[in-house]
């Protein structure tokens, strides 16, 4: 009897262990994952929204800081004003009467569009972010001639009031290259013109 009574109780201490380990095992589990989940939620994902915020932004910058249109030059510098802070927004006001002159005298109308986007660096305690953001920009003249070319800005971004980031300084890296060129159609002399064409069955002289 006493043989019998030191095996169960060697089996049920055997068990005891046993749940006993799955039990740590499993409570060490919850609190790798646990960790790893508020991780993603409290960290990774505010710091992977920011970046998203400041790219898309200083994209809507770099739009915005080449696109103008002679025939509605305040809507032209309100988005400008949207996208820039610091130094930029005391450039833009300095300048902004002779811009508004030459553009009015060309009567041009610029519109960007980005090839590529990156930032190169970010610091979300100090709300900074460098970028760099390449474009194609496309101006028409009124004579229909155009040119398309390709601007590489470099930017420093700042964030402001409800998470939105402006441009604090722009750069052109290099020169523009051209992508394409459409020259204006050369005006056609009154003797140069083509002799009309008589209707089908009018018969000649």
């Not at 496309?138 to 998470?163: A, H, I, Y």
């Not at 290099?174 to 005006?187: C, D, I, R, Y």
């Amino acid at each position: 009897m006493t043989e019998t009574t030191n095996k169960n109780d060697n089996t049920l201490v055997a068990a005891t262990v046993a749940v006993s380990v799955l039990l740590a095992a499993a409570l060490v589990a919850a609190g790798w994952f646990g960790y790893g989940w508020a991780h993603a939620a409290l960290v990774e994902k505010p710091a992977a929204d920011t970046r998203e915020a400041a790219l898309a932004d200083a994209r809507q910058a770099a739009i915005n800081l080449n696109s103008f249109d002679a025939g509605n030059l305040d809507e032209s510098f309100a988005d400008i004003e949207s996208s820039v802070t610091g130094s930029l927004v005391d450039d833009l006001n300095a300048t902004r009467a002779q811009l508004a002159q030459q553009t009015k005298d060309t009567g041009a109308v610029s519109r960007a569009e980005v090839l590529g986007a990156t930032l190169t660096s970010l610091n979300i305690d100090d709300g900074a972010a460098d970028a760099l953001v390449v474009l194609a920009t496309t101006t028409t003249w009124p004579n229909q001639s155009s040119s398309k070319v390709r601007v590489t800005m470099r930017m420093t971004m700042e964030e402001g009031e409800n998470g939105v980031w402006r441009a604090a300084t722009a750069t052109n890296l290099g020169s523009p290259s051209v992508l394409a060129e459409t020259p204006a159609a050369a005006p056609v002399a009154p003797g140069d013109a083509p002799a009309p064409v008589p209707p089908s069955g009018s018969g000649g002289p």
